[in-house]
């Protein structure tokens, strides 16, 4: 059972994907970079939040997942590029057969697992397909 | 630098070994490489072990102590170091053993893997498995390791055209490789309609897609090449040992369908041996799932990027093809152990360059490589030995 804060540190990122941006470089982060891999210690970084409208970049179904997951499965899961670069994982909420490479996404705020019936429920971000991108 | 070569070798059988403890499987690995060597325990100067979750499978830690202790080394008080990159951590403490001889800090080390991986549940396992991805960014979403490879095995289908049969073809070409190892978890061969009927794990990965869950272990014996006659009538040359890493999500790759770490250390093993993939007589590659074998491949560059999946249909992975792929059958086949296999990826090795493989022996070999990931691509070492 994990404690309060490990949750709790990372509220802006995953319920705001809040990243970082290299004004040196102009490379974006998600998520945040304290160091920036292109320019090291010459990086200018400053906060960035993302709107969270990306495209399919790879998925699949989990069928079988880890004990916390199980109650989910099936679920799909996406390698998700934003819109300025960066990529992420995160779930997509569609039917298996909607989902095609190169499709819109938008970020929706969900419950994302709890621990067992009397542990932290905890949330961030998930994705739904973007209507008529399909 | 010092050459170093490898003067004895020893691995368990693989398997669920429900009888024995992590202690026993590495008290009976050490004595199997010991006594293929005349080296004595007084000689023996330093020890690494791969292990990579000690912790989460059998709840111990410290298992450098450890394994000194259990191999009766402990009054010696031999420097004993416990390594982990996850399932690379066996190829991590060859390297790290290599590197001991090499710079002539040490003169005798062992370099050993073990995990003993089924005392807990399987949603224990595949969680202490997941450990190696990123878990703030990729599992606390839920991802499993089945799940980012089967994110590559996606992309890789959708770029290049590889098909779910060439997938299987892989399974089926390790199983037939497994069923003439005696050490192999598995001994039964499989066909591509097996593999495509058993249960999806994560879509397009089915379970016989995937590498089990298995207890075991592996040693080597390393010491100068100048004295390495003086313990073996057989000693195998190590002419690299290359390690790279990378970013460890999967999503902050450059390219989804390629394991960058696995170029670059391709690229430093063949610079040091003075080789190119061409003079590679056969290779034991990381298949933790078949997709893995496939880009494992193409990123050492026997084919062409994208050409992966062909491979094993036309033949050119299979015993007596062009290049044998995972003659020991392969994590998929033989079984990953996943602080063991990297190990015992040396020991096939060392069995079929001195022409001890049996039914699976590849002929007239003189240079074999071994390609050892951790995580999906985080961490990959490779290595380079000939007789």
């Not at chain 1, 057969?97 to 929706?108: A, F, S």
């Not at chain 2, 949603?123 to 799940?147: I, K, M, Q, S, Y």
């Not at chain 2, 869950?213 to 313990?231: C, F, N, Q």
Request: hydrophobic share 40%; aromatic share 6%.
């Amino acid at each position: 059972m994990s404690t309060v804060p490990r949750f709790w540190r990372h509220i802006p990122q995953r319920y705001n994907l809040v990243g970082t941006h290299c004004e040196k470089c102009d490379e974006y982060y998600y998520p945040p970079r304290t160091i920036c891999p292109n320019c090291r210690r010459n990086a200018k970084m400053e906060d960035y939040k993302f709107s969270g409208m990306g495209t399919v970049l790879t998925y699949t179904t989990i069928y079988n997942a880890t004990d916390d997951f199980k109650r989910q499965t099936p679920y799909n899961l996406a390698i998700i590029e934003l819109l300025e670069g960066p990529r992420l994982t995160g779930q997509l909420i569609c039917s298996p057969d909607e989902i095609k490479i190169g499709m819109k996404v938008k970020p929706v705020f969900r419950i994302l697992g709890k621990e067992g019936d009397r542990g932290i429920i905890y949330y961030g971000t998930k994705f739904v397909p973007v209507e008529g991108s399909v | 630098m010092r050459s170093v070569s490898i003067i004895g070798a020893g691995c368990t059988r693989f398997g669920e070994r429900w009888g024995d403890s992590l202690r026993d499987l590495v008290v009976e690995t050490g004595i199997m490489a010991l006594e293929d060597t005349s080296v004595s325990g007084e000689e023996i100067d330093g020890l690494y072990v791969g292990n990579m979750s000690g912790g989460r499978f059998v709840e111990q830690e410290h298992i450098g102590a450890l394994i000194s202790d259990c191999a009766g080394l402990s009054r010696l008080h031999v420097p004993s170091t416990r390594v982990e990159a996850a399932c690379a951590s066996g190829g991590l403490a060859l390297r790290q053993g290599v590197l001991a001889v090499a710079s002539g800090y040490s003169d005798v080390v062992i370099a050993a893997g073990v995990e003993k991986m089924t005392d807990v549940t399987g949603g224990v396992a595949a969680d202490a498995l997941a450990a190696a991805a990123d878990r703030e960014w990729e599992c606390f979403f839920g991802a499993t390791f089945p799940a980012l490879y089967a994110m590559i095995a996606r992309l890789h289908m959708h770029r290049f055209g590889t098909t779910r049969e060439e997938l299987a073809l892989v399974a089926v070409k390790n199983h037939h490789n497994g069923s003439m190892n005696p050490i192999s978890q598995y001994q039964m061969e499989i066909s591509v309609e097996k593999v495509l009927r058993s249960p999806l794990v994560a879509d397009p990965l089915r379970v016989l897609d995937c590498s089990p869950i298995t207890d075991g272990a592996a040693a080597v014996v390393l010491a100068p090449t100048e004295v390495a006659r003086k313990y073996s009538d057989a000693p195998i040359k190590i002419l690299a040992a290359a390690q790279a890493s990378d970013t460890l999500a999967l999503h902050d790759r450059r390219d989804i369908t390629t394991l960058d770490a696995s170029v670059y250390a391709a690229r430093k093993a063949f610079s040091q041996a003075g080789l190119a993939p061409k003079d590679i007589d056969l290779a034991e590659v990381h298949d933790a799932f078949t997709i893995g074998e496939i880009v494992a491949i193409e990123d050492l560059g026997f084919v062409e990027k994208g050409e992966g999946g062909k491979a094993a249909e036309e033949g050119l992975t299979a015993i007596g093809g062009k290049i044998p792929i995972n003659t020991s059958g392969g994590l998929k086949a033989c079984g990953h152990p996943v602080g063991a296999t990297g190990i015992k990826q040396a020991y096939e090795m060392v069995l079929q360059l001195r022409g001890e493989a049996g039914k699976r022996q590849v002929e007239g070999v003189e240079v074999g490589l071994t390609h050892n990931v951790g995580g999906c691509g985080g961490t990959a070492l490779v290595h380079i030995m000939s007789r």
